[in-house]
């Protein structure tokens, strides 16, 4: 018996499709993780650039109110 015949069969036919669509469904799930991971860091970096700008925009008026 080989392996094709000891597997359930699928009722709509292709099994192999469907394994195949799983499979894509998994990389596309994973590349969705991967870009999820790279937005949350991306928010991290604009929050941090944010900050830096208030304190450069503090300096500058502490420095302006000198003058």
Same mark, same amino acid.
């Given at each position: 018996m080989s392996a094709a015949?000891?597997?359930? $069969?699928?009722?709509?036919? /292709?099994?192999?499709?469907? !394994? @195949? &669509? $799983?499979?894509?469904?998994? /990389?596309?799930?994973?590349? !969705? @993780? &991967? $870009?999820a991971a790279e937005v949350e860091a991306l928010r991290g970096a604009v929050g941090a650039l944010h900050r830096?700008?208030?304190g450069l925009r503090d300096r500058r008026s502490g420095e302006l109110a000198k003058y």
């Open positions: 015949e000891g597997r359930p $069969r699928c009722r709509w036919g /292709g099994g192999e499709a469907v !394994l @195949r &669509a $799983r499979a894509e469904a998994a /990389g596309y799930r994973r590349l !969705l @993780r &991967a $870009r830096q700008l208030e």
